[in-house]
């Protein structure tokens, strides 16, 4: 299975991205999907989580990012609002199951102050 992250790029403070997690096959079928982001010099961490339709999201980003999946186009996806320079990190998609779970390789988002 082959993960696709697309999306990030260099904003302001205050801006916005979207980011992008095409995978090459359904992901009906997998119980969680999820964002995490690593900063540099710093330990990979949860961003968000989408299960069945319910979300999950670290305190730091809540109310500012949305997580959300698309079934027909085997996407997942991580809306960004009111970007902070703290939010400057390598953004992962990871999708996962009792029995199987894959990342993609990352898109750098930096945030400028």
């Known amino acids: 299975v082959q993960l696709q992250a697309s999306g990030g790029g260099l904003v302001q403070t205050g801006g916005s991205l979207r980011l992008s997690c095409s995978v090459s096959?359904?992901?009906?079928?997998?119980?969680?999907m999820g964002w995490y982001r690593q900063a540099p010099g710093k330990q990979r961490e949860l961003v968000a989580t989408?299960?069945?339709?319910?979300?999950n999201y670290r305190d730091s980003v809540k109310g500012r990012f949305t997580i959300s999946g698309d079934n027909v186009k085997n996407t997942i996806y991580l809306e960004m609002n009111d970007l902070k320079p703290e939010d400057t990190a390598v953004y992962y998609c990871?999708?996962?199951?009792?029995?199987?779970?894959?990342w993609g390789q990352g898109t750098l988002v930096t945030v400028s102050s």
């Open positions: 990871h999708i996962w199951s009792h029995t199987e779970n894959y």
């Open positions: 989408i299960n069945s339709g319910s979300t």
């Open positions: 096959r359904s992901i009906s079928g997998f119980n969680f």
